[in-house]
């Protein structure tokens, strides 16, 4: 008897496109459902801060709640400027992959030798090695123009954007978008 034709059903195989098919779900609703890019981009919510102080409580405020949305636009901005230096986008996309499995893709807090470690500090440990590793593959001059670029993009965003709309939650200590202003 022959088996032309038919398709072969293992176990590795199933289990190989069910952590896939995980994985793209986890991508929809860890980079999707964080902070919507439209509220991120709300023309209403757009207006210059009434003094420095004003300013800096939007800049603490946006930074907290936009955190994800703010780390994407600084990848991305790095990513093409990177384009022209191969090596470069190697060990980026490599760091990217640790981006995925430590920063975005988790679902659980992140554990090492029994301590939790906050999402702040995933981030900043991440940034400085992505940087520290793509300056030492020659590009220095694309990755500080770059991170220089992104840093004053996501500034001029977050002091620009208002925050009469985002409230914390005291229960869960996450910033939830509120059905009035303040």
């Known amino acids: 008897m022959?088996?032309?034709?038919?398709?072969?059903?293992?176990?590795?195989?199933?289990?190989?496109?069910?952590y896939l098919s995980r994985a793209k779900a986890r991508i929809k609703s860890g980079l999707g459902t964080r902070r919507p890019w439209k509220q991120m981009f709300n023309l209403s919510s757009v207006n210059f801060p009434h003094g420095v102080s004003d300013a800096f409580a939007r800049v603490k405020t946006n930074l907290g709640y936009f955190r994800m949305n703010y780390a994407v636009i600084m990848l991305?901005?790095?990513f093409?400027?990177?384009?022209?230096?191969?090596?470069?986008?190697?060990?980026?996309v490599i760091m990217m992959a640790v981006w995925l499995f430590l920063y975005f893709l988790r679902d659980e807090a992140l554990m090492v030798f029994h301590r939790t470690i906050d999402d702040r500090t995933v981030l900043v440990v991440l940034s400085i090695l992505t940087i520290v590793l793509l300056l030492l593959t020659g590009a220095t001059?694309?990755?500080?123009?770059?991170?220089?670029?992104?840093?004053?993009?996501v500034l001029v965003?977050?002091?620009?954007?208002?925050?009469d709309d985002l409230s914390l939650d005291d229960d869960a200590g996450e910033y939830l978008v509120s059905s009035s202003s303040v």
Do not use: M
Request: charge should be positive.
């Open 76 to 78: 991305s901005i790095l």
């Open 141 to 153: 001059w694309n990755i500080v123009s770059s991170v220089l670029i992104g840093l004053a993009v």
């Open 80 to 92: 093409l400027s990177l384009l022209w230096h191969p090596i470069s986008l190697i060990v980026f």
């Open 157 to 163: 965003h977050a002091v620009v954007r208002t925050t």
């Open 2 to 18: 022959t088996t032309y034709g038919t398709i072969p059903t293992s176990s590795s195989q199933g289990k190989n496109i069910e």
